[in-house]
C-alpha cells in the first residue's frame, strides 16, 4: 500500500484488514484480541523478512535430485521484542524461525515524558559479526519513536549497520514514523496500519488502546 514514507511498508493483504478491524475492537474479547494479534503478527513477519538471503542448495527428492534454496545461514537473524508488547510478534517470529535468536529489550515509558526507561538488555556485549547479522526490532505499537531509537540506536552501536535492521510494528503513528525516519534514514519500517496522530497521553489514534495491558489483561480499576 502506498504511503509517504520512502522506506516504510504497509502490508497489503485482506486477511490483515480482517484482524486488525477485531484487535481495534474495544469490545474484542481477550481470545478474539490476541488471536487477531497473532494474525496480524504472521503476515508482518513473513512480510518484513521476505528480503533475507538465499542460499542455492541441493537435495534429493524421493523421486530425483534437485537445486533449491535455503535461507543463507552464513547470516545470523535476531529478533528483538520490545519488551512487553513485542513478546506477541517474538512469539510468532519464533514459530516461523526457530534458529533465531531472540533478543529481549525492555523498556518502559515514563508517563510524564514519554521517554523510554530501560530496564532489561539481552543482546550481548559484542557481536562476533554484525556484517552478517539481519535484526528484527519488533513493537506493535510504533508511538513516539522513542523505544523504537532507543532499541535501534543500540544495535547500531554493537556495529550492526542500519541496511540490516527491520522495524516491525502493527500500528504506526506519524509521529513515530517522522522521528524513526529522520533519525535513522535507510530503515525499512513494516507497519499494518498508518494512523491519525497521537493523544496527549502519546496514545495512537484512533490505535487500539494499550497493547500490553490487552494482551497481558493488567488494567488498573
Ligand atoms: N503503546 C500502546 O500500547 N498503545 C499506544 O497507543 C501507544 C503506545
New binding site residues.
Given amino acids: 500500500m502506498k504511503n509517504n514514507y520512502e522506506n516504510v511498508i504497509v502490508v497489503d493483504h485482506p486477511l490483515c484488514e480482517h484482524n486488525m478491524s477485531r484487535i481495534r475492537d474495544k469490545n474484542a474479547g481477550a481470545d478474539c484480541f490476541i488471536n487477531s494479534l497473532k494474525r496480524v503478527s504472521q503476515i508482518l513477519i513473513y512480510t518484513a523478512t521476505k528480503e533475507l538471503p538465499l542460499a542455492c542448495c541441493h537435495v534429493e527428492t524421493p523421486v530425483a535430485e534437485c537445486d533449491a534454496f535455503k535461507i543463507n545461514d552464513e547470516y545470523k537473524i535476531v529478533f528483538a521484542p520490545i519488551l512487553r508488547?513485542g513478546l506477541v510478534l517474538s512469539e510468532i517470529a519464533k514459530e516461523i524461525f526457530p534458529e533465531a535468536s531472540i533478543q529481549h529489550v525492555g523498556m518502559y515509558?515514563d508517563e510524564t515524558t514519554f521517554e523510554p526507561v530501560w530496564y532489561y538488555d539481552k543482546t550481548p556485549v559484542s557481536y562476533e559479526n554484525p556484517e552478517k547479522m539481519k535484526v528484527f526490532v519488533l513493537d506493535?505499537?510504533?508511538?513516539?519513536g522513542n523505544s523504537a531509537k532507543a532499541a535501534v540506536s543500540l544495535f547500531l552501536k554493537k556495529g550492526i549497520s542500519i541496511e540490516n535492521i527491520v522495524f516491525v510494528s502493527v500500528?504506526a503513528?506519524p509521529e513515530g514514523l517522522d522521528a524513526l525516519t529522520k533519525e535513522f534514514s535507510g530503515l525499512k519500517i513494516y507497519t499494518a496500519h498508518i494512523d491519525k496522530t497521537?493523544?496527549s497521553k502519546?496514545?495512537?489514534?484512533p490505535?487500539?488502546?494499550?497493547?500490553?495491558?490487552?494482551l497481558f489483561n493488567t488494567f488498573e480499576k
Avoid at 506493535?140 to 513516539?144: C, Q
Avoid at 502519546?202 to 489514534?205: D, L, M, N, R
Fill in positions: 508488547a515509558r506493535p505499537m510504533l508511538a513516539t500500528l503513528a497521537l493523544n502519546a496514545y495512537i489514534v490505535g487500539l488502546g494499550d497493547a500490553g495491558d490487552r
